[in-house]
């Protein structure tokens, strides 16, 4: 459920995207598919531009949680921007539609060739993340005589109280520069005259559920930006990374009004200051599941197995960061006796988990489960681990549906590589 509204839910038995039941999809396009509702994509989209309606801001959709051209095509349907992280995700947003003067670029570790890239674009702005960036950045944009538009990502050492592998704001993450270093690259980056200085930027965390880290980060930044400003630098743009958390299994999402009321009200005081938000997991991970098929049943060591045909290679945040998905079957059944069950896949790996004790009824080989909230960090995080050619992609609208990324195949596997001797 989101705002209200279900976009995933039984109708008479039967799972439906919108007015969609699943198993169609699930029998002519095979599984594992990942299976994206437009609506709940453009709800999530809309949800957040009406709570920062009327104010200076611009929404930059995180390229990195769902990357399929034709959902990046919706991005830039509403005149929204993108936040990428390397020149695959430029490439994508501009192939997509997405205006340059839209694109945030962020990330830790940008080559010459991806700045070069970029610049040529004319992109809005580069979030730096070090002195060695930012000499970089000078380099090719001197070579290429562009200017570059900046902004330093500052760390302000914030604990988000999300899981270790996505805190990124705390001080000893390889993410930003402290607040006394940021002091320093600004004076510096002024004396460069490639450089125009236009922002600051910080991202503490993904799938925040909590208001206060936000809230704590933001007012740290706005301090540093007045600063900044009384000593000349024309700060109008201040990134405040990442969007908020989802609902997974129970968790309460921060009300998206409350969200962009604090953040309006910790920089009130600042004219002419724009927010930035990069919103991913918020705008596409409950617009999507994923579709698997049982193969086996079985048991070892007294537990019970559901192998089906998707597997951590298709969605890997189980296995990375134990995470939840909640596992619905096509076929609703009411008053089903459960019993605490592994969702596996084909890999071979102990760590190979959809779903671990979890309560799930009798499952018959060829049933189809949806595994839900998958839209963020699902396909764009999938690999040809084990050889296995990466899930479709479909996109419905109403009761249609369009593939918007083909199965791979064999040859797609081993599409670039050739058998060379070296004697
Ligand atoms: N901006 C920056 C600079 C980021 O690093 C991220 C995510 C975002 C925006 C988008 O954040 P969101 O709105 O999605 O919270 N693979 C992990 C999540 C990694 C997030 C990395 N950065 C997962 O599956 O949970």
Redesign the pocket.
Known sequence: MDGGREFFAYRDGRLHAEDLPLEIISREVGTPVYVYSKAAFLHALKSLEDAFKGSRHLICY?V??ASNLSLLALVAERGLGA?IVSGGELYRALKAGVSPRRIVY?GVGKTAREMREALEAELFMFNLESEGEMLELARVAEEMDKVAQISFRVNPDVDPHTHPY?A?GLKESKFGVSREEARRLYAEARKIPWFKVIGIGC?IG??LTELAPFRDSLLILADLARELRSQGHNIRYLDM???VGIRYRDENPLSLSAYAEMSLKAVSDIPDLTLVV?????VAGNSAVLLTRVLYNKRNGGKRFVVADAAMNDLI?PSL?G?YHAVWPLNERPGAALSPAALVGPVCESGDFLAKDRELPDLAPGDCLAVKSAG??GFS?SSNYNSRPRAAEVLVSGGDFRVIREREDYESLVSGEDILQLN
């Open positions: 995180s990195k949680a936040d962020s996505v990124t991202h993904s799938q990374g990442g969007g990069e919103p991913g997991r918020s945040r960061y995470s963020a960090y995080m």
